[in-house]
């Protein structure tokens, strides 16, 4: 209530790192428009590049345990199994688990619905968290990889 009362006007929250580059202008009136198009959105990126071309985002599910696991042995694992950056790599527009915490944009009162992000959650792990969150009400994370940003984390 407070946001509402706050800010009756605004519709949609966006998140961004300061370390975004915007390749384009078009980003978030293509994302808005994505999120108006389809139903059971929640959360809405676009495809995110770090400064080598590499994708980001989206992510599939996983586990903390797990990604500390696959840090430490990612070269006797990448020969079972199929990677976290092979997933970004195929991912094709639609609803994903997770996205880059780094850009991303939501409509206020689905992020308010959720319960917004945890305030003792620590790095890396907010976009799993919301994810969660949204899931529970009913919505998702939504990738939309025809407009890009470049993160340079």
Known sequence: DFIRTCFPEIEYVLFSNNDIQ???PQVVDTLIA????VKGIGMIGPNVLYVDGKRQTPM???YLWRNVFDTIWSP????FKKSSADYCDSAREGFHYTLAECFF???IEDYVACGMMDPHTFL???GCI???RMK???LGYYFAPDVTVIHAC
Do not use: C, F, H, N
């Open 22 to 24: 915007i390749v384009d």
């Open 136 to 138: 529970q009400i009913g």
């Open 60 to 62: 599939p599910k996983t």
């Open 34 to 37: 994505k999120y108006q198009s």
């Open 124 to 126: 890396y792990a907010e």
């Open 130 to 132: 919301l994810s969660e």
């Open 76 to 79: 006797l694992m990448a020969l």
């Open 105 to 107: 944009i939501s409509r």
